[in-house]
């Protein structure tokens, strides 16, 4: 079973929160969240421009 706010496993015996989420439409979900909050891993909202990349060394 893995977290779904930072994607790491939730290990044997560790302690994680339960979540319902409902839908308008179609089925709800389960959510399982570290009970200790976690760190969310950094995600990348849109494209970066060339100009960006190369100046920042990628």
């Known amino acids: 079973m893995r977290c ?4 790491m496993p939730i290990l ?3 302690a994680y929160d339960t979540h319902e ?4 439409t179609g089925a709800g979900a389960t959510v399982r969240l570290h009970a200790k909050l976690c760190k969310r891993p950094p995600t ?5 421009s060339r100009r960006r990349r190369i100046r920042e060394g990628d």
């Open 4 to 7: 779904d706010r930072c994607g």
């Open 12 to 14: 044997s015996g560790e």
């Open 44 to 48: 990348q909202s849109g494209p970066v």
């Open 21 to 24: 989420v409902d839908q308008l």
